[in-house]
């Protein structure tokens, strides 16, 4: 209920004051409350009133005025209401020793609303009947009037009375107050009339209430409407757009209420409306970007313990976890919001509302009349209880013979309905079947308009002036009709090769570096699903082979693919390189169902699916093993397999050994036994400016990866490798000399947490910048290892140019942030390692607020200076100090950061809604900065 959760303005609930000595009073003990509140410490709270007393020398004016900023500091600062309570007491019993019944009747209104937002619907309605006895006392009737809508608009809330009683006992309190001509009081009316009709879902009435409000306050604030009463406006009017399905417009209503709250600043209404938001953004179906506005309600929330904030967020969250499939979080979000909305409402879990305001009027009556009413109303229960007894008598019986019969008859539907099920599951097969041949006959006619299809899609993606919503549609039809045409040329690989019209395209390749990447591509999707993951590499590592490279990485991705997708969690996948039969064998086995041995013949058939009757359909077209099958043959190879049911299955792929030759060493010089290999044809990456002089230790447990990225970034950097953190501190604590460290996160003994943990409290190594490796972890677990300018992460599997592009970028911000340092004397040297817990909780309270306010497309230096109480020039200082970066580039950091979080956690928003939520208003811009920062482009790692 609207009352329940706070006044609508300002204006209703505030008592203001120009009382200059009460405004000394409160800067004089301000300081020592806020750390009272803080420890929430209740009794040295209660000691204030001696406080407050004594600097008012006992001048009632001046404490009721100090009570009253003490207790909205309270809350808007910190939204305990626990404490703001301890302080309205003190300020009521200060009025009660003055008889001063409007201020008693104040009191009881904001005791009233502290106690409804605490939960406590019970504390809170006495407070609201006792601020009603004390207005109608003074005859001030206009706030009586106010009182009983407010009683009226509780009832309502908890449907506790009839709904359309209630709507024309509304209506005649508006008519009482138009009547007195007092705009004051119909404004407030005509305000809280507004949940009357959202209750209702009566919407359109919200809006003509919302008319008459703008015009009420022209009179009742002719200097303009105060900035609680804008941002009011604002959510009212986004609940009524969302109520009649609005949804866009409903959004742009909480963005500008938003926007206000942040301006006053009220953290709590800014908290409420972003949740709303989140539930308006997840009706149109932007699940990830609700996600996103959900923890940032969730977090204040949590900080000021706000439990029906809480219950609502969960609701949320349960209702974007059904519609994603997700039914586990759904389950658990859904338990936690109703644990939040019981502990709210604990307090007054058996008080009846409108059981409370029958006893009041009761209590009105005479004693007599009240015994007499109470014989009859003991002689109508007993009559209408034989009644209910007969009637639920008969009911009960009738029930039964409806039961049983429905339950026969259902019985027989039943039956039928498999009968047809089984018809029609034959009659689909049937089909299936008809439809598999029809497209294999079409696929060739598919291919060109889906190219046709394609090409334009692309040319309008690159124009520079589509509406990022356009954009998102576009993004989702180039990647359909991707997949769409990927399909269709395996189909058309598999006739050209009928026809003899697919060709090899082999080249010199290093075998095991190519294997290596392969198969270790597959190891975050292990990670994620619970799989071991292992490789064995038998032969000679400095081995190169003649060999079309894609058709090699379509048939081991198939294996692969097949391999994770069948087997379950806490499974195996193993990939195993050797020789068999003179020639190069590869093996991927897996620990899944396996295959039935009536399969084992027919399963590198085209369009093959199981005969088995009790065989689960797994989808997919059965194009996948025939494809393999005939690039094998092309290749001068074959494959097989080897399955056994119930315990798993191992797919081969063998290929001829002709054309290999081996490596002697590091130079590539060529032994004379093969003379295949032309050194001339053999390009490297462009070198990386200074990287030569750089040393690099890569941390990784698995020896091939280990090896593999070795071999990448060798040519351009002194390598230096270790298989786990502990092995790691070693080789720093001998190597004074390390510019960078690659380090994976699952690693045995010291994980990549705890050695990042360890390099950042120690004052020799906290400086080294860290590239962290790691499968698509929680979003919480990159946050902890990002610090921008200083740390990066990278997914598993990684592009080589895109590690390349993050080390370049690294060591320079590394290089800068020792040419800002170098100017340091030993002892200035000295000092910054002592105070480095301080600067790195410094730094931590930085990022949080960028981040808080990443979005900001205005977010500038002065603002971001004045709010660490910091010059310009002093915070540049801090950041190239602490960082190596200038304060732009810090910020463009963190958004290009944020965004790259964004893109793989696989949230499907277009790259023009992720500018904006990073805070660029030019698309073309960020994905200009994007590239540079990460080496791709946004659109490219979405696809």
């Not at 307090?347 to 109470?374: P, V």
């Not at 009659?427 to 041949?437: N, P, Q, V």
């Amino acid at each position: 209920m609207t009352t329940a959760i706070l006044c609508l303005s300002v204006h209703l609930c505030a008592q203001q004051t120009d009382n200059a000595s009460s405004q000394i009073v409160f800067d004089a003990l301000w300081p020592e409350v806020e750390v009272i509140v803080n420890q929430n410490d209740s009794e040295a709270l209660s000691d204030i009133e001696l406080n407050v007393h004594n600097l008012c020398s006992g001048d009632y004016i001046c404490m009721d005025s100090s009570y009253l900023m003490i207790m909205e500091s309270i809350e808007r600062n910190h939204f305990n209401i626990p404490m703001a309570i301890i302080i309205s007491k003190l300020k009521l019993e200060n009025a009660r020793k003055e008889s001063d019944v409007a201020n008693m009747a104040a009191s009881y209104i904001d005791l009233n609303r502290y106690h409804d937002a605490n939960g406590d619907v019970a504390s809170g309605t006495i407070y609201l009947d006792s601020a009603l006895i004390s207005y109608e006392k003074i005859n001030d009737i206009d706030k009586a009037l106010w009182i009983r809508f407010t009683q009226l608009e509780r009832i309502d809330y908890l449907k506790e009375n009839s709904r359309i009683e209630n709507l024309k006992k509304m209506q005649q309190l508006l008519d009482e107050a138009e009547a007195k001509a007092n705009p004051e009081i119909q404004l407030r009316l005509h305000e809280q009339a507004i949940s009357f009709k959202i209750n209702s879902e009566l919407y359109n009435d919200v809006f003509i209430h919302l008319h008459i409000i703008e015009k009420l306050s022209k009179e009742v604030h002719p200097e303009g409407m105060p900035i609680y009463g804008i941002m009011e406006l604002h959510r009212y009017r986004a609940l009524a757009y969302a109520g009649i399905s609005n949804f866009e417009k409903a959004r742009i209503e909480y963005r500008k209420g938003i926007e206000y709250a942040r301006k006053i600043p009220d953290r709590w209404r800014e908290a409420y409306m972003l949740n709303n938001l989140a539930d308006v953004e997840q009706e149109i179906g932007n699940f990830e970007i609700a996600k996103l506005y959900l923890d940032t309600s969730l977090t204040v929330a949590e900080q000021y313990k706000i439990l029906d904030l809480q219950s609502s967020a969960y609701k949320i969250r349960t209702i974007i976890a059904e519609k994603e499939g997700d039914y586990k979080e759904a389950y658990f979000s859904s338990i936690k919001g109703e644990l939040h909305n019981n502990l709210h409402y604990s307090q007054s879990k058996d008080f009846n509302l409108e059981g409370h305001y029958l006893q009041l009027e009761n209590e009105k009556l005479e004693a007599i009349k009240k015994n007499k009413e109470l014989e009859l109303d003991i002689k109508r229960n007993q009559l209408r209880n034989s009644i209910i007894i007969g009637i639920l008598g008969i009911l009960l019986s009738s029930l039964s013979i409806i039961a049983f019969i429905s339950q026969r008859r259902r019985r027989k539907e039943l039956s039928e309905q498999n009968e047809l099920i089984m018809k029609q599951t034959e009659e689909l097969a049937s089909l299936d079947r008809a439809k598999s041949r029809f497209f294999a006959n079409v696929s060739h006619e598919l291919r060109t308009p889906l190219t046709l299809i394609l090409s334009p899609l692309q040319t309008v993606i690159k124009k520079d002036n589509i509406h990022p919503d356009h954009l998102k549609l576009l993004n989702t039809a180039e990647e359909s009709t991707h997949k769409l045409l990927k399909l269709v040329s395996s189909i058309l690989d598999l006739s050209k090769m009928e026809s003899d019209q697919l060709v090899l395209d082999e080249k010199i390749e290093s075998f095991h570096p190519l294997l290596t990447r392969i198969a270790y591509s597959f190891e975050s999707l292990a990670i994620s699903k619970g799989i071991r993951f292992s490789m064995d590499y038998h032969l000679q590592k400095n081995l190169n082979i003649k060999i079309d490279k894609e058709k090699l990485e379509t048939i081991l991705y198939n294996f692969l693919s097949n391999a994770m997708k069948y087997t379950p969690k806490n499974g195996e996948v193993h990939v195993a390189a050797d020789t068999s039969e003179g020639m190069i064998r590869i093996g991927v086995s897996d620990t899944g169902k396996g295959i039935h041995p009536d399969d084992i013949p027919h399963i590198f058939d085209r369009f093959f699916q199981s005969n088995q009757k009790d065989a689960v359909v797994e989808g997919g077209t059965g194009i996948g093993l025939a494809l393999v099958s005939e690039l094998a043959k092309l290749m001068g190879g074959k494959v097989s397999v080897d399955s056994t049911l119930g315990k798993g299955s191992t797919f081969y792929l063998q290929l001829p050994c002709n054309g290999v030759q081996v490596i002697e060493n590091e130079h590539h010089q060529i032994t004379e036994q093969a003379p295949i290999l032309n050194t001339n044809q053999l390009t490297h990456p462009q070198s990386l400016g200074n990287g030569s002089q750089s040393s690099i230790l890569v941390v990784e447990d698995h020896s091939a990866l280990r090896e593999y990225i070795g071999d990448l970034l060798s040519p351009y950097y002194q390598i230096i490798t270790a298989e786990n953190g502990v092995k790691a501190l070693d080789i720093l604590n001998r190597n004074q000399n390390i510019n960078l460290i690659v380090s994976d996160i699952m690693m045995p003994e010291m994980d990549g947490f705890q050695l990042l943990d360890h390099l950042k409290s120690h004052s020799t190594y906290q400086h080294i910048p860290v590239i962290m490796l790691t499968a698509r972890a929680d979003i919480q677990d990159k946050l902890k290892a990002l610090r921008v300018g200083v740390d990066d992460y990278l997914l598993k599997p990684f592009v080589e140019e895109e590690l390349q592009v993050r080390i370049q970028n690294l060591l320079r911000n590394y290089a800068q942030r020792k040419e800002a340092n170098k100017d340091s004397l030993p002892q200035e040297a000295d000092k910054e390692r002592e105070l480095s817990a301080r600067d790195k909780t410094w730094l931590i309270a930085f990022e949080t607020y960028i981040r808080d306010h990443i979005s900001d497309s205005i977010l500038s230096i002065p603002m971001i200076s004045n709010e660490f109480a910091m010059s310009e020039s002093t915070l540049l200082r801090q950041l190239k100090r602490l960082t190596g970066l200038s304060t732009k580039q810090y910020i463009q950091e963190m958004r290009l950061n944020q965004a790259r979080i964004m893109i793989d956690n696989d949230n499907h928003l277009s790259v023009g809604q992720i500018a904006a939520l990073v805070g660029y208003s030019d698309v073309s811009n960020f994905s200009r900065r994007f590239k540079k920062r990460f080496g791709k482009n946004p659109s490219q790692l979405m696809v």
